[in-house]
């Protein structure tokens, strides 16, 4: 079954894949998603990216912002 979180994590891998290196509050303006707000949207992303819920996304945590990629081998 389809769900809308599904359908963000797709929206966020589909926007990495075309902008890597993108910002976390550049990948939450680029994509349409379910959350209420932008800040809700920043918060609960990141959680969830770091926890490993959503996979396949890699952060460089050596730049301010951090950068998100597009992990190609899927951790």
Known sequence: YWTPF??????IHIFLKE?????????IIGIEHYYNCKNTAKNAIS????????????????TKP??????SEGK
């Open 66 to 71: 951090f950068r998100y990629y597009l992990d």
């Open 47 to 62: 959680e969830y990216i770091r926890k490993g819920i959503i996979k396949k996304i890699r952060v460089d945590r050596t």
């Open 6 to 11: 599904k359908s963000t994590v797709s929206r």
């Open 19 to 27: 902008n890597p290196g993108s910002t976390l509050n550049e990948i």
